[in-house]
């Protein structure tokens, strides 16, 4: 079963990077089911992540000459780019604009995967409140599942300052978890 | 603050303990004091890693990649569409060498008097490098960027041998790297071209290049190195003269023989008459300026 989780073959990047424009589908393939993760739970709708993975395949095709290998893992590189479309759908056509998340449904059974969905659900939301650089590390430190020297690595950020970042965003996360619940009740 | 950074400190040891499967309760007792905070925390995190698959349709996934391709070759269509005139091999050949004499003035002028031969680890490489990223940022025609990527390649070759006079040989990943990715656009650029003499001309200067490569990788694999980072690199350096082999053989499958054992071919014998681009399987679709071959080769 693919897991979306393996690592692009290092000869298909050299390909793709190299300007090879078949090597480069077959990268976005291999790397497709990663960065859509990372942009659905940052848009929280389905087809705006499709829309906007593709647009983050096109850029980096437009920019694979400035990928450095060896520097940053393509993955990586390709997080930043898919952050960047994130933030420039929100910034210029659609700034005030709140999705609604529709998350994938778990799976297990049905009443326990409905509750467990609606946890989720205001999980992800809370996420998207946060400010874009805790929304950042920590899509990447735990929908990414990139470790916390290659987030720190990533954003040109000492891992101190990435810790800290981490521990507040996670903080804020908590609480506003619990202000969604309060409100519930 | 020094309690927030202890305590983010803490948070992070805690998952990177669960990660290596510690259970929550021995990793709680060892930060006994902040132990009830830690907890609510790692239960958040937990629950961000626990968030389910999210995957594209199937419908998506499916015509992803067909899509993809077609929606490159649109941009790169549109984009020729924009050009003037189609470039003359001749014109693309006297822009190459325009684009080398740019190189030696910048070489030569300046900063980068100081920089132009500095190596791998020396304090003015990066000055160096930046200098030639901006010469690649120029508008190029495919036929020029190619020359410039192979002049940019045997530069880095030339370091690696510069680097093992001196004795510096484990700082040789880099270039090596550098070298084996210029080398590959380069073929790249070089089997999407659509005119077939320029095509030939270029083969045979990818060929010498190739051949250096070879001889660098082979010293490099030959002294008393080792690491990932070279070994990478010298698998990298493999990888690219392959690539180049395929290129050559699509111009001239009669001619060139692979691997290590290439013999150089002189300009104007590569395309040994047949003139025709190479099978341009994946190829020709949208490396620059393919298949059209009058068009800006970049899209930088």
Partial sequence: METGREVPDEALVRRAMAGNAEAFGDLYIACLNRVYRYVFYRVGDAHLAEDLTETTFLRAWEAHRRYKPGKVPVLGWLYRIAHNAVIDYFRSAHPHEELSPTLPAPGGEVEAGIAKQEEMQDLAKALRGLDVMSQEVLSLRFIAGLSHREVAQLLGRSEEAVRVIQFRAVRRLRELMRGGQNNGK | ?300
């Fill in chain 2, 1 to 300: 603050m020094a309690n927030e950074r202890r305590l983010a400190q803490e948070l992070e040891a805690c998952l990177e303990g669960l990660r290596a499967g510690r259970t929550l309760d021995d990793l709680l007792s060892t930060y006994p004091a902040d132990a009830r905070s830690l907890k609510e925390l790692l239960n958040v995190a937990s629950r961000l890693q626990d968030l389910p698959e999210a995957i594209p349709t199937i419908a998506f996934r499916g015509a992803a990649r067909a899509r993809f391709l077609d929606r490159i070759e649109a941009r790169d269509t549109h984009r020729a569409s924009l050009r003037p005139h189609p470039v003359h091999w001749r014109t693309a050949f006297a822009l190459s060498i325009l684009t080398v004499f740019l190189l030696s003035l910048f070489v030569g002028g300046g900063l980068t008097v100081a920089s132009a031969e500095a190596l791998p680890g020396d304090p003015l490489y990066g000055v160096k490098l930046t200098g030639e990223e901006v010469i690649l940022a120029l508008p190029h025609t495919p036929a020029s960027l190619a020359e410039l990527e192979l002049t940019y390649a045997e530069l880095r070759l030339s370091e690696i041998h510069a680097l093992a006079a001196r004795g510096r040989l484990d700082e040789s990943a880099q270039p090596l790297n550098s070298a084996s990715r210029d080398l590959e656009r380069a073929a790249s650029i070089v089997q999407g071209l659509g005119e077939p003499a320029l095509q030939t001309r270029l083969a045979g200067h990818l060929g010498q290049v190739a051949t250096r490569l070879n001889e660098v990788v082979d010293l490099v694999s030959n002294s008393p190195l080792g690491g990932p980072a070279i070994g990478s690199a010298e698998q990298a350096g493999k990888q690219a003269s392959q690539d180049v082999d395929r290129v050559l053989h699509g111009v001239n499958p009669n001619q060139l023989a692979p691997g290590k054992n290439r013999t150089p071919v002189a300009p104007g014998e590569a395309g040994g008459g047949n003139g025709q681009p190479g099978n341009g399987q994946g190829h020709g679709k949208a490396t620059p300026g393919a298949p059209d071959g009058n068009g800006q080769g970049s899209s930088h």
